[in-house]
């Protein structure tokens, strides 16, 4: 175990670190974390034994860290380096070999197959096998990282110290670098200290983190609880967000750009002009992405687009792989599928509905295509499997203003409650039960934000942005439905 | 390869010069040299007298003070990280430069050793020399950089060589005898010199070559020595302190011979690589080779008349090592 009690030091007599304590235990990865000048390499040179302790002690199962020869010290604790001078030709293998300088004992240091087979072990682990006979100057940073990373291996150590590891490597380098780490961490109970930049990285890897400022621990915990927004704003003196890791259950920090709160441009605003219809396809266009949530074919989820289509297919529309049909439907048509979310209705789009509602510094633009065919009421599930017919009621809002996540999924809350009561005063049934529908069986809904503006917090039934959805969903649902109805009726009657 | 080459160098070294000694002749009377009962039959007596006591010291002093030079440089390299750097850049050749000049110059002679006055103040002089420059440049830095030790040193070898200039603007007649020595010489020596050198030659040398793993891993950064268990403290000093005791005395029995400990362990470092255990022997192997063959040019080139050895050395050494330096600044930039 290492243990670092009450540390203070620098370089000539100016303390950088201070007061620094902490542990480490087997097979365990500490993160360190800090803004420039805050001390992390001091901290990790002093037990690497570089630097001397000023004051208090570090040491290893029980021993301080100067009662350890430095070949013992070798053997315990090795250093991947930010970056080795390498001024001289060495090949890879006799790079690799030079770890095993603290095993090595006698005058004449002699070479045992032990040190071979160690040697051979670690640049296979570290993918380095194949470079043996490469000479260390000709090759990639990406390369030159692995072949010392396999030397500090070489010395079999209990301690790995790594200094910003992935500074020279490229993406896969880093995770393949990183998950090499966290198994030999659990599997050879080796423990790991690794200074990082990057706080996503840190938080993916590591089970503790240290967070440093102005030589001083500022936490030390989970990544949960050392990652939060404010803290790691305070720290590094900078705008960030916190958001969850789509697959792992850690936290992940996005830099805020300045030009991102940029006031001083004319606040964009959506407005009926946006949007184009014909019979083949509704578009609206916007000149900035919005933050969209949405259930559609193409861009369904969460992102930022620009382009959103509502397309017309026919009822006897089939294919397998719909997504991918949609994608080149609307590559043909000049969208480019990432920045577009598509949707698509049998409902005849000249019954589309839209209007712009406006209510003080808050206004939305909602667009309704809807056709009640496939009605159903979702509260029966006991019912024959239904075939997949495309959407019939599909509900856009674009909302000028800045919302917060709980604002989206409420207003898609509201949006829903309004649309169902819309179905009920119309009086649309369940063709299948008779009863009362609540929607279709493809409904689709999306929600568009500016996210420049008013910042809006909330979006229940009770809030301005809920009063607007809840009105303009009513009135344009009902519009389309007694549009489409209308025309059904026609068509009947005139048949 | 190191070894062929250096008995090639020998063998020619001796049987060529004013007089010239055929080849056979001077292997049968090395032979006879080393095993007795190799008799001498049909020999001129003349060739034997050249050979065993002019022609066999000159080479063999050659072949030291080339292989000290030599052995010195790779392990300054090594440890300095340098590949410019040589026993000069400590200010260690100046040192041993400025005690025999003194000798001179005062026209010392000690007693008890009388004629070997000169070499033992050069010893003298580079050892506090070097101890000067790493007190000095402890002084700056406790930890002792490289880039603190090679600036000191070269803080050291201009006020060294400007004592040097002094000392010769100051002296009338023995102006020609300074200057003859600072070129550097190995002829007219005899056996004595030998003597002198052999023994710091060999313990320098053995002490170096039992340091070879510690300057592979000093060769990648003190800090990183540091990581793989190296005591780099004690290390960077015994180092030092054999590079300067064989520095010291091949400058004293010969004079300041420059651009052997530049050029030899670059060229050990390209044939063979950089590693210090080969590095270190072959280094010995090549530098005492190079350093018969120039003197072998310097006494034939245009004879009877001798040129200073370091200005063979020089001439070779500049511009081989300004093609050198092109072409790994080609490597590196292509």
């Given at each position: 175990m290492l243990h670092i009690q009450h540390v203070s030091g620098g370089y000539a007599g100016n303390s950088i670190v201070k007061d620094i304590s902490f542990e480490v235990r087997k097979g365990e990865m500490l993160g360190i974390l800090g803004p420039n000048g805050s001390g992390k390499t001091t901290l990790l040179k002093m037990i690497s034994g570089i630097l001397p302790v000023s004051?208090?002690?570090?040491?290893?199962?029980?021993?301080?860290?100067?009662?350890?020869?430095?070949?013992?010290?070798?053997?315990?604790?090795?250093?991947?380096?930010?970056?080795?001078?390498?001024?001289?030709?060495?090949?890879?293998?006799?790079?690799?070999?030079?770890?095993?300088?603290?095993?090595?004992?006698?005058?004449?240091?002699?070479?045992?197959?032990?040190?071979?087979?160690?040697?051979?072990?670690?640049?296979?682990?570290?993918?380095?096998?194949?470079?043996?006979?490469?000479?260390?100057?000709?090759?990639?940073?990406?390369?030159?990282?692995?072949?010392?990373?396999?030397?500090?291996?070489?010395?079999?150590?209990?301690?790995?110290?790594?200094?910003?590891?992935t500074n020279h490597l490229d993406l896969s380098y880093q995770k393949e670098l990183f998950d090499l780490l966290k198994k030999w961490s659990k599997e050879c109970e080796l423990m790991v200290v690794s200074i990082f930049h990057d706080l996503n990285l840190a938080g993916l890897y590591c089970d503790?983190?240290?967070?440093?400022?102005?030589?001083?621990?500022?936490?030390?915990?989970?990544?949960?609880?050392?990652?939060?927004?404010?803290?790691?704003?305070?720290?590094?003196?900078t705008k960030i967000a916190k958001q969850p890791h789509p697959k792992v259950p850690v936290p992940q920090m996005v830099l805020l750009p300045e030009w991102e709160n940029d006031q001083s441009e004319e606040v964009y605003q959506i407005d009926p002009s946006v949007i184009h219809a014909s019979s083949?396809?509704?578009?609206?266009?916007?000149?900035?992405?919005?933050?969209?949530?949405?259930?559609?074919?193409?861009?369904?989820?969460?992102?930022?687009?620009?382009?959103?289509?509502?397309?017309?297919?026919?009822?006897?529309?089939?294919?397998?792989?719909?997504?991918?049909?949609?994608?080149?439907?609307?590559?043909?048509?000049g969208f480019i599928p990432g920045e577009t979310v598509g949707m698509m209705t049998a409902v005849k789009l000249e019954d589309v509905t839209?209007?712009?509602?406006?209510?003080?510094?808050?206004?939305?633009?909602?667009?309704?295509?809807?056709?009640?065919?496939?009605?159903?009421d979702a509260s029966v599930i006991d019912r024959e499997v239904y075939d997949y017919t495309p959407g019939t009621i599909n509900t856009w809002i674009f909302v000028n203003g800045e919302l917060s996540e709980e604002a989206f999924i409420q207003s898609i809350m509201t949006a829903t409650e309004v649309k169902v009561k819309v179905l009920q005063n119309e009086e649309v049934l369940d063709?299948?039960?008779?009863?009362?529908?609540?929607?279709?069986?493809?409904?689709?809904?999306?929600?568009?934000?500016?996210?420049?503006?008013?910042?809006?917090?909330?979006?229940?039934?009770?809030?301005?942005?809920?009063?607007?959805?809840?009105?303009?969903?009513?009135?344009?649902?009902?519009?389309?439905?007694?549009?489409?109805?209308?025309?059904?009726?026609?068509?009947?009657?005139?048949? | 390869m190191g070894a062929s080459f250096l008995l090639l160098a020998i063998v020619l070294g001796i049987s060529l010069g004013t007089v010239k000694v055929p080849i056979l002749s001077t292997i049968q009377i090395l032979l006879a040299q080393l095993f007795p009962f190799v008799s001498l039959d049909g020999i001129d007596q003349m060739h034997v007298n050249i050979v065993s006591n002019i022609r066999l010291p000159?080479?063999?002093?050659?072949?030291?003070?080339?292989?000290?030079?030599?052995?010195?440089?790779?392990?300054?390299?090594?440890?300095?990280?340098?590949?410019?750097?040589?026993?000069?850049?400590?200010?260690?050749?100046?040192?041993?430069?400025v005690g025999a000049v003194v000798t001179l110059f005062f026209q010392l002679s000690l007693p008890v050793i009388g004629a070997f006055t000169l070499p033992v103040l050069s010893i003298l002089f580079s050892f506090l020399t070097i101890f000067l420059v790493i007190g000095f440049a402890q002084k700056i830095e406790r930890s002792m950089r490289v880039e603190t030790i090679i600036l000191t040193g070269i803080i050291f070898s201009s006020f060294l060589g400007a004592l040097i200039s002094l000392m010769i603007a100051l002296t009338g007649e023995e102006l020609r005898q300074i200057i003859g020595w600072l070129l550097g010489s190995v002829s007219m020596r005899g056996w004595v010199y030998i003597k002198i050198i052999l023994p710091f030659f060999l313990i320098g040398s053995a002490i170096l070559i039992f340091n070879g793993k510690e300057l592979n891993a000093m060769s990648f950064g003190e800090e990183r020595a540091h990581h793989l268990g190296v005591n780099v403290q004690r290390r960077k000093h015994i180092i030092l302190m054999a590079g300067s005791m064989l520095t010291g005395s091949a400058v004293a029995v010969s004079g300041t011979i420059g651009f052997v400990g530049l050029v030899i362990p670059h060229l050990a470092r390209m044939l063979w690589g950089p590693d210090h255990k080969h590095l270190l022997p072959l280094s010995v192997l090549t530098g005492s080779a190079f350093l018969i063959l120039a003197d072998l040019v310097s006494r034939t080139i245009i004879a009877p008349i001798e040129l200073p050895i370091g200005v063979i050395t020089a001439l070779i050494g500049a511009p081989v090592f300004a093609v050198i330096l092109l072409k790994t600044r080609a490597e590196r930039s292509g």
């Open positions: 004051k208090g002690t570090i040491s290893i199962d029980g021993t301080k860290l100067p009662n350890y020869s430095p070949k013992e010290l070798a053997k315990l604790i090795a250093v991947l380096p930010q970056h080795a001078a390498d001024p001289f030709s060495y090949t890879v293998k006799e790079t690799v070999s030079l770890g095993r300088y603290a095993h090595q004992k006698g005058w004449f240091h002699s070479w045992s197959t032990k040190d071979e087979e160690t040697v051979l072990r670690v640049m296979e682990q570290t993918g380095t096998l194949s470079l043996q006979h490469r000479n260390i100057q000709d090759l990639s940073g990406g390369e030159r990282q692995r072949v010392y990373l396999a030397q500090a291996l070489a010395q079999e150590p209990r301690i790995l110290l790594l200094d910003e590891p503790r983190l240290l967070l440093l400022q102005e030589g001083k621990i500022v936490i030390e915990d989970t990544p949960n609880e050392v990652l939060k927004q404010e803290r790691i704003q305070n720290v590094y003196h083949e396809r509704i578009v609206v266009k916007t000149e900035q992405p919005l933050k969209t949530m949405s259930s559609g074919v193409i861009g369904s989820g969460t992102g930022w687009y620009q382009n959103f289509v509502n397309r017309h297919v026919d009822k006897s529309y089939n294919f397998s792989d719909h997504k991918q049909e949609m994608a080149d439907y609307l590559k043909r048509n839209y209007k712009l509602y406006v209510d003080g510094h808050v206004s939305i633009f909602v667009v309704v295509t809807a056709g009640v065919g496939n009605a159903i063709l299948n039960t008779g009863t009362l529908a609540t929607g279709t069986s493809t409904d689709s809904i999306l929600i568009a934000a500016t996210q420049k503006g008013t910042s809006i917090e909330y979006a229940g039934s009770f809030t301005q942005l809920g009063r607007l959805i809840s009105k303009g969903v009513f009135e344009c649902t009902t519009e389309a439905i007694r549009k489409s109805r209308m025309r059904k009726e026609g068509m009947s009657s005139s048949v | 000159r080479v063999i002093l050659a072949g030291l003070v080339g292989a000290a030079l030599a052995i010195a440089g790779a392990a300054f390299q090594g440890l300095l990280r340098n590949p410019l750097a040589d026993p000069y850049t400590l200010g260690v050749s100046s040192g041993a430069s």
